[in-house]
């Protein structure tokens, strides 16, 4: 699977990820923040998986319907376990999130919205 991890998400998360496979980009990588809509644009043009901490991108998806590929929101998950909890949801919702869900992780709680 391929994601971009928004510059939020602990960049060691992107570690976890590749060991197991998946290709990953990370926007801390990037000269500077380009802001929210630019971010969720280049995740759709790059056909990744966005993830993030960010109720933000929910909004944009959700109340001005703007394309996604998919995204995954971690709140209240430890940063060292951001990387085994985004590899725990793909194996679980990768076709899910292929299909464009937004999957919110939560200790405990796993939503998904198709």
Known sequence: MRFLLDSCVWGGAAGDLRAAGHD??????????????IILAEAVADQRVLVTLDKDFGELVIARGQLHGGIVRLVNIAARQQGSHCLHVAGLYGAEL???AIVTVEPGRVRIRN
């Open 24 to 37: 990953v980009a990370l926007v801390a990588d990037w000269p500077s923040d380009p802001g929210d809509e």
């Open 98 to 100: 292929l299909q464009g």
